[in-house]
């Protein structure tokens, strides 16, 4: 006999409340409304079966850990970056995202899992910051630092989409115990993104049903796995808002937010001035 | 996961608490949201030893608020039946 909550159940009622224990934990997971990038948390991802003909929907942790970072006192370090003997610093590695032109690059910490491990990271929409330097009202000069306004994007009509993801299993040599990292793959930022995110014009690589199918169950040879990895959204097929610079702590992150300041993104952007050479 | 039936409210400890109906792992689930900023709770109808069936928060922990808006639950469904 068992007992849930107090009361006695039977053996067979116990599994199925237990089954139905990790299914509630499962939708709470996925009906997050944000995740943080500098969590390190767990992100959903669809992940192929090995007969490569259906997928499993999993969690792993965000930001892919290389096989020769041997524990979690390592894994800080690593993620974080540490104070050397010299006494200078060792700045931390940002494995969180994979540029899709560099992941087969010979001496990439990336490139095994690019070949035989990729996945597909769900997404229900994510956040960029967009930069924009103002004007000092005293000195009246343009500000040495920028002012951030976060965005919301998604893409239209579709609750959920798929960005590119490669993962690797990690094992903390200390414990024994295993678990799946992931980093998400980037790729240049569509004229869209290249206003929102541009400090830095890059973009997840969000992928269509049919590429996202062929991205993670197929045996792709390697110019073919570069073609995927930095295929670019057209920014007609994405939505995109400004949100209030707290999202993070609101009920609703992705409510639309109108900073007067800020040029709408619509605005058509002027044409650069061409080359008279 | 399939939404089965509308959103609906009920009454609770004077205020009014909102209800979503799922299928989660074959039963029905019920997804209660509160006004007053408490964590969401799941809740659920589970067959017991003696063969009652008692609502059960899940996870545990949540037994006291599970049974009170439990019964609430099969009062608003008794009333809807009758209407």
Redesign the interface.
């Known amino acids: ?1 068992c007992y ?7 053996k067979a ?1 116990f599994i ?2 237990m ?7 499962d ?1 709470e997971f996925l009906n997050r409304n944000v995740t943080h990038a500098f969590e390190f948390g767990n992100i959903a991802v669809l992940k192929p079966r090995y007969t490569r003909d259906n997928f499993d929907i999993v969690q792993m942790e965000w930001g892919f850990l290389p096989k020769y970072v041997k524990n979690r006192s390592q894994v800080e370090k690593f993620r974080k970056g540490y104070k050397k003997k010299d006494g200078t610093w060792q700045k931390g590695y940002d494995t969180q995202n994979a540029k899709g032109e560099e992941l087969l690059f010979p001496d990439k910490i990336y490139r095994e899992a690019a070949l035989e491990r990729r996945c597909l990271i769900l997404s229900s929409g994510f956040y960029e910051w967009r930069h924009e330097y103002g004007v000092n009202k005293r000195t009246g000069e343009k500000k040495k630092t920028a002012d951030k306004y976060p965005h919301y994007i998604g893409v239209k009509d579709q609750p959920y989409f798929y960005v590119a993801g490669i993962w690797q299993p990690w094992t903390d040599q200390d414990t024994g115990e295993t678990v799946e990292t992931v980093s998400l793959v980037t790729t240049e930022a569509n004229p869209l993104m290249a206003k929102i995110h541009n400090s830095k014009k890059r973009m997840p690589t969000i992928l269509p049903d049919n590429l996202s199918w062929e991205w993670m169950m197929d045996d792709l040879p390697e110019d073919r796995i570069t073609e995927l990895a930095t295929f670019q959204l057209p920014q007609d097929l994405m939505e995109a808002c400004s949100v209030q610079k707290d999202f993070l702590k609101a009920e609703d992150p992705t409510v639309p937010f109108i900073y007067d300041e800020l040029v709408a993104l619509d605005n058509p952007t002027p044409p650069t001035q061409p080359s008279l050479f | 996961m399939l939404f089965q039936a509308d959103d609906f409210e009920v009454e609770f400890e004077g205020m009014m608490v909102a209800i979503k109906v799922m299928d989660m792992a074959g039963r029905t689930v019920f997804k209660l949201d509160f006004p007053d900023g408490r964590k969401s709770l799941m809740i659920s109808r589970s067959r017991v030893f003696d063969g009652s069936k008692v609502w059960m928060s899940i996870p545990e922990g949540r037994q006291p608020e599970a049974i009170p808006i439990g019964a609430k639950i099969v009062e608003h469904f008794k009333n809807t039946k009758t209407q």
């Open positions: 006999m849930y909550n107090g009361q006695k159940v039977t009622e199925q409340l089954q139905l224990e990790k299914a509630v934990k939708y």
